[in-house]
């Protein structure tokens, strides 16, 4: 069992940043990929970035490519996605997930066995 509980997000102006963290426990967090995916009304959940186990290798959505770096503590078994450069397509419910199967990374959701609560980024244009 992986418990992830997020924090940050919330309202930020077109051009801003924000940080989400995601701390886990449950098992060892280095040995688990870890993605950030995001969900706007009406859409699909998509990817935005995933990190090795390790956090030797990050994968960035081409949208988000430059302005988003994701990041991780395995010492504190929490893993980050700082956000600059907002835009106001970014606004969505943003979801952190374990990949507890393998240590690389994956852009599809449905190889993550477990997420987050979810939190909110709004970025008003």
């Known amino acids: 069992q992986v418990q992830l509980v997020q924090s940050g997000g919330g309202l930020v102006q077109a051009g801003g940043s924000l940080r989400l963290s995601c701390a886990a426990s449950?098992?060892?967090?280095?040995?688990?990929?870890m993605g950030w995916f995001r969900q706007a009304p009406g859409k699909e959940c998509d990817i935005v970035a995933t990190?090795?186990?390790?956090?030797?290798?990050?994968y960035y959505e081409d949208s988000v490519q430059g302005r988003f770096t994701i990041s991780r503590d395995n010492a504190q078994n929490t893993v980050y996605l700082q956000m600059n450069s907002l835009k106001f397509a970014d606004t969505a419910v943003y979801y952190c997930?374990?990949?507890?199967?393998?240590?690389?990374?994956?852009?599809?959701?449905?190889?993550?066995?477990?997420w987050g609560q979810g939190t909110q980024v709004t970025v008003s244009s």
């Open positions: 997930a374990a990949r507890t199967t393998s240590p690389y990374g994956s852009i599809w959701p449905s190889e993550y066995d477990y």
């Open positions: 449950g098992r060892t967090f280095s040995g688990c990929a």
């Open positions: 990190i090795t186990g390790s956090g030797g290798h990050a």
